[in-house]
Each structure stands twice: as C-alpha cells, then as structure tokens.
C-alpha cells in the first residue's frame, strides 16, 4: 500500500514543518521515509530531491559526525544506484563507511551492511574485484560476530558466490556456495 503510506507520510511532514519548522532533525527523519516510499518509477526525482533535503537538514542540525548522517547518506546512496548515479553512489557509501567506522570502531556489525552495499554498488558499475573484496570484509565482520552457522550470512555468501561467478571463478564460487548451504 505503497500510496496509502506516501500519503499518510506528506500529512505527517506537513504536520511536523507546521509544528517544527523545516529545519528540525523530526522532519528530516519523515522526509526521508517519505523518499523510501517515492522509490517507484516516475518519482525517482522526487525521491532523490526529497533524500537530499533530509541529508541537508540533518548535517546542518548535527554536523557531519553523527550516526543520523549516515542513515540519511545511506538512503540516499540508495536512490541514485536506483537512479543510475551508481558512481556518486558510491561515493556517498564510502562517506558512511568511513564515518560510521570513525564512530563505530572497524569490527561493528553495522559496517558489514555498508560494506555490503558498497559492494552491491561496486558491482553495479561493473568493478567486480573491488567489490568481492569489500563482499568479504562484509563476511568476515559478520561471521565474527554471529558465527559461521548462523543463518543470515546465507544470503552474504551468495552474493560472494555470484560476484565470483562473475569473474570467472568457479572453484571459488562453488567454495562461496557450500558455505552458504
């Protein structure tokens, strides 16, 4: 019910821009739902302005060094890889990557999932070297912290297994896939 939810979620920024004014950090976070929601086609420049904006306001309330801020680049790395801007895409997942590990530390569990979307960026643009080896950073920081049998790096090692076969490596690939089962 995606229009049920981009609806309700422009009541609530009208609401909060009324009550908060446009620069509050609340109106930030519904601006940037509100961009997860317009991710469709034929509202994909809207979602970007609208991720734009967010990411703006909460540098301006928090300064560059903040978790916030990483959640707002994160979404917004999200909407231009959808929207073809893999290469600012990028450049926008290395920013959070670096900030949420000077916040952090290097073994936090949240870098894995940026790592793995900068890998899933990387790979969009065609740089499959670079991205198997952030896909496996990504693995390793999961693994230390679940252990290697937990459930949720399945889908990690598939992704592995498929840049792998992306670049030919099939023995490699198959090794990436027996650790997925």
Partial sequence: KRAEAEALSREELALRRELLGD??????????DLSQFLRAPGKMVESEAT????????????????LDI??????????????????????LSREELALRRKLLGNEHPDIAF?????????????????????QREAVAIRTKHLGKEHPDLRHMFHFLSELL?????????????????
């Fill in 114 to 134: 940026t790592l793995q979307d900068l890998s899933l960026f990387l790979r969009d643009q065609g740089k499959l070297a670079e991205a198997e080896t952030t």
């Fill in 51 to 66: 991720a734009r904006e967010a990411l703006a306001i909460r540098r301006k309330a928090f300064g560059n060094e903040h």
């Fill in 23 to 32: 620069e509050h950090p609340d109106v930030a976070a519904t601006l940037q």
């Fill in 70 to 91: 990483g959640h707002s680049i994160h979404c917004l790395a999200w909407v231009l890889n959808q929207n073809g801007k893999r290469a600012e895409a990028e450049a």
């Fill in 165 to 181: 076969l992306g670049q030919q490596r099939l023995a490699e690939a198959e090794a990436a896939v027996r650790e997925e089962l």
